[in-house]
T-cell receptor
Framework: GENVEQHPSTLSVQEGDSAVIKCTYS??????FPWYKQELGKRPQLIID?????GEKKDQRIAVTLNKTAKHFSLHITETQPEDSAVYFC????????????FGQGTTLQVKP | KAGVTQTPRYLIKTRGQQVTLSCSPI?????VSWYQQTPGQGLQFLFE???????NKGNFPGRFSGRQFSNSRSEMNVSTLELGDSALYLC???????????FGSGTRLTVV
């Protein structure tokens, strides 16, 4: 069935270092891949997304890469700051599966000052 | 623009009872998706409504149901509550280019 695997489950970095979170999806029909950040007690918020016809997308300190062949996509955060500490979720969406995002299990990122 | 509004924010119910949660999407959006978030299972899709029709449904028992009204507001209902139904229930509004799927703040349901 549809599945998204996310690694690592926890990640601790020093302020200023880079953080990388990786996801693998199973449904080859997936064509949209958003990343959400969820702070404690708050709603998930979109931080970046990528479509299957694009290999990489950047937005300031955040970038996402997609390898359709390997069914793999990654989130890269550079120059991490303490306010980046949160839980990050990757997700996959297939146009044949209306309105349904398949989420990874989440990565708890801790940025140490 | 106004965001996605979910009510109530918190609920405590007893096993066996039923509960109804409400979600109002962003003005002008016609789709609402519902998700259950738990520490053990993460974010799992419940169902999606568009123009008052359920277009997709996740793998949840029939105790979980929903509907959508002509003003796009949606409700989800859980009958015969079980302890395992304790979760944060999130709804998301239609996708748009700027914000993707926008989530509401959720309803925290505790079943005792």
């Amino acid at each position: 069935g549809e599945n998204v695997e996310q690694h690592p489950s926890t990640l601790s970095v020093q302020e200023g270092d880079s953080a990388v979170i990786k996801c693998t999806y199973s449904d080859s029909a997936s064509n949209y891949f958003p990343w959400y950040k969820q702070e404690l007690g708050k709603r998930p918020q979109l931080i970046i997304d990528i479509r299957s016809n694009v290999g990489e997308k950047k937005d300031q300190r955040i970038a996402v890469t997609l390898n359709k062949t390997a069914k793999h996509f990654s989130l890269h955060i550079t120059e991490t700051q303490p306010e980046d500490s949160a839980v990050y979720f990757c997700a996959a969406y297939g146009s044949s599966n209306t309105g349904k995002l398949i989420f990874g299990q989440g990565t708890t990122l801790q940025v140490k000052p | 623009k106004a965001g996605v509004t979910q009510t109530p924010r918190y609920l405590i119910k007893t096993r066996g009872q039923q509960v109804t949660l409400s979600c109002s999407p962003i003005s002008g959006h016609r789709s609402v998706s519902w998700y259950q978030q738990t520490p053990g299972q993460g974010l799992q899709f419940l169902f999606e409504y568009f123009s008052e029709t359920q277009r997709n449904k996740g793998n949840f028992p029939g105790r979980f149901s929903g509907r959508q009204f002509s003003n796009s507001r949606s409700e989800m209902n859980v009958s015969t509550l079980e302890l395992g139904d304790s979760a944060l229930y999130l709804c998301a509004s239609s996708w748009d280019r700027e914000s993707g799927y926008t989530f509401g703040s959720g309803t925290r349901l505790t079943v005792v």
